[in-house]
């Protein structure tokens, strides 16, 4: 079975903090790819990112980074230096290559950024 | 402006109605996808379909039937709704099948309430 886990429900940080959301996936398929989303509260969701499981390479585009482990089954997120505008909810999600229309998403993470 | 555009963006409607979703993708995509997202909920994949032909039901109930036109238009007809289908329900589109897992591209949504 496919699973998509984001235990931080909501994180509360102050402008200009660092911030990492965290990811942990399930999957018995050896080809994957894994997602993030982000939804504003205007509600569209916004694509960030797809990563291939048999690339590793942490990746950066501009103040977000993503560092996929594939040891731990992990996909953490992080945004450096947060705005106001980062407010929003962030979902993780994981499709295999099978079943490639069906994406699996966590619960999402709400993160506040404060001014 | 997003190129996936879901009418209307809020409705309200007793159990008794029948009212319709629609949602319209101006990216060339060929796959088109409903979802519901409820509150402290992972999104739930409803229907997918692929060059309008329908490839997943996800154990959805009747009172939703869904119907694609064409690769550029996704309805979503409600009949009969209970108060639980109160959500967002959240329109995609993709390139579709091929195996490499393209990322899906959300509208809005509409917010959907039952009285």
């Known amino acids: 079975a496919q699973k998509v886990t984001q235990a931080q429900t909501e994180i509360s940080v102050v402008e200009k903090e660092d911030v990492t959301l965290d990811c942990v996936y399930e999957t018995r398929d050896t080809t994957y790819y894994l997602f993030w989303y982000k939804q504003p509260p205007s509600g569209e969701l916004v694509f960030l990112i797809r990563r291939n499981s048999f690339d590793e390479q942490n990746e950066i585009s501009g103040r977000y980074s993503w560092n996929f482990q594939k040891s731990t089954s992990s996909f953490n997120f992080t945004i450096t230096a947060s705005q106001v505008v980062d407010s929003a909810v962030y979902f993780c999600a994981l499709s295999g290559i099978l079943n490639t229309d069906k994406l699996i998403f966590g619960t999402g993470t709400r993160l506040q950024v404060f001014p | 402006e997003t190129g996936v555009t879901q009418t209307p963006r809020h409705l309200v409607m007793g159990m008794t109605n029948k009212k319709s979703l629609k949602c319209e993708q101006h990216l060339g995509h060929n796959a088109m996808y409903w979802y519901k997202q409820s509150a402290k909920k992972p999104l739930e994949l409803m229907f997918v379909y692929n060059f309008k032909e329908q490839t997943e039901n996800n154990s959805v109930p009747s009172r939703f039937s869904p119907e694609c036109p064409n690769s550029s238009h996704l309805f979503l007809h409600l009949h009969t709704l209970q108060p639980e289908d109160s959500a967002l329900y959240l329109c995609?589109?993709?390139?579709?099948?091929?195996?490499?897992?393209?990322?899906?591209?959300f509208g809005d949504g509409t917010r959907l309430s039952i009285l």
């Open positions: 995609a589109s993709s390139q579709g099948q091929g195996g490499n897992n393209q990322p899906q591209h």
